[in-house]
């Protein structure tokens, strides 16, 4: 099921916490985040209030909190790029 989070606090705990707590014991978690590997959007956003990760980073995070076969897609929409995370619990 769909879930939108708002997000506080770090990144890991976050992931390991909230992630892991909506997301049923063999499910699956699909995280779409823009990487700090896009200039256009890391430009547009103040660096005093947005963080973006870089895709490695990201990857690293999702593990470290225990989700499995963590996938990286990143495609380019218009001018910016998306990419979108998958993971197994």
Do not use: W
Not at 6 to 28: A, H, Y
Not at 50 to 69: C, M, P, V
């Amino acid at each position: 099921m769909p879930c939108t989070l708002c997000i506080s606090g770090t990144i890991l705990s976050l992931i390991s916490g909230k992630f892991n707590r909506v997301t049923r014991p063999d499910g699956r978690l699909v995280l779409a985040f823009g990487p700090n590997e896009d200039e256009h959007a890391v430009a547009a956003f103040p660096a005093s209030v947005y963080h973006f990760y870089a895709i490695e980073e990201a990857q690293q995070l999702l593990s470290k909190a225990g989700f499995g076969r963590v996938n990286m897609a990143r495609e380019t929409i218009g001018a910016s790029d998306i990419v979108l995370a998958t993971g197994n619990r």
